[in-house]
């Protein structure tokens, strides 16, 4: 079996946080697995593995995707963020990172990584997103610990400092 799995694998290339990169997959190897395991991002969590809990989310081409539902072999030539792409350099936290440790966003922290990702891809979008808008986007994650207030906080609070790192319109 493990012959036929060998036999079976192909290269793949994509870009990931701002790096080219090159891995082998088998056809149906999870893209949670590939970027997880060989490829050492670890920040992206695996709960539940069938596209309810969110915690695997990443950005793939600009749009938050749930990893634990794409196929490695989707990737070929795509833009991929997660977490550990947040950061603007190595040990700086972002606004939306500050705010979450800053207001008790996180506990266990299995959900984080997921939540950071698709708030950040809101606010790139949409920067004067509503509230509303922001604990829809919340929606799509489950958190077993905080009871999601600490998290809306969190999220208005970092809107409110991203807003003001903005330079002025001219
Ligand atoms: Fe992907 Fe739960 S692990 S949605
Ligand atoms: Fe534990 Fe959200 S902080 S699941």
């Given at each position: 079996m493990s012959k036929l799995s060998r036999d079976a694998e192909h290269e793949i290339a994509f870009t990931l946080n701002g790096r080219r990169v090159r891995a082998r997959a088998e056809p149906r190897t999870l893209l949670t697995d590939l970027i997880r395991?060989?490829?050492?991002?670890?920040g992206t969590h695996v709960g539940c593995?069938?596209?309810?809990?969110?915690?695997?989310t990443v950005e793939i081409d600009g749009e938050p995707v749930r990893a634990c539902l794409t196929?490695?072999?989707?990737?070929?030539g795509a833009e991929i963020r997660t977490v550990e792409g947040l950061e603007p350099s190595p040990g700086e936290l972002s606004p939306l990172q500050a705010a979450f440790r800053e207001h008790f966003?996180?506990?266990?922290?299995?959900?984080t990584a997921g939540i950071l990702i698709s708030l950040d891809n809101l606010f790139r979008r949409r920067p004067d997103a509503s509230e509303q808008e922001i604990r829809e986007q919340v929606s799509g994650h489950l958190c077993r610990?905080?009871?999601y207030a600490p998290i809306i906080r969190a999220a208005l609070a970092a809107q409110a400092a991203i807003r003001e790192e903005e330079p002025a319109d001219a």
């Open positions: 395991h060989d490829l050492g991002a670890t593995e069938h596209g309810v809990c969110g915690a695997c196929l490695a072999a989707q990737v070929e966003a996180l506990q266990c922290g299995f959900c610990c905080t009871g």
